[in-house]
């Protein structure tokens, strides 16, 4: 059917609510001369287009790693991020994030949280 809307990944019943989708950072934005640090590509698992992808516009995202040092008794820390844009047609997006992810990152999974809602 053409009219219905696309079908999302993390709207589809599982028996509990999510509250998070596993996407995996694929790299910064890249101009012709220089890389642009400030965007990062990410990819949604199981979004394949670009109307899928604009559910997710306006989404935290969160880089979860492991620090060597504790700081206020956790080794956990977190970067945080937004989805700007989508970026081409096969539901990839641009995150920006408040700290420039770091080159681990590449390939790495990221968390996009469903929150704020739009719906």
Request: hydrophobic share 35%.
């Amino acid at each position: 059917m053409q009219g219905s809307p696309p079908e999302l990944p993390a709207l589809q019943a599982r028996g509990q609510p999510q509250h998070q989708v596993p996407i995996h950072c694929l790299d910064g934005r890249q101009g012709i001369w220089e890389a642009d640090t400030s965007y990062s590509l990410i990819k949604i698992d199981g979004v394949d287009s670009t109307e899928a992808a604009n559910f997710y516009l306006g989404k935290k995202v969160a880089f979860v790693y492991r620090a060597k040092r504790e700081v206020r008794g956790s080794n956990i820390r977190v970067i945080w991020g937004k989805v700007t844009r989508p970026h081409g047609n096969s539901g990839v997006v641009r995150a920006q994030f408040r700290h420039n992810l770091p080159p681990k990152s590449f390939g790495a999974t990221v968390r996009v949280m469903l929150y704020p809602s739009n719906i």
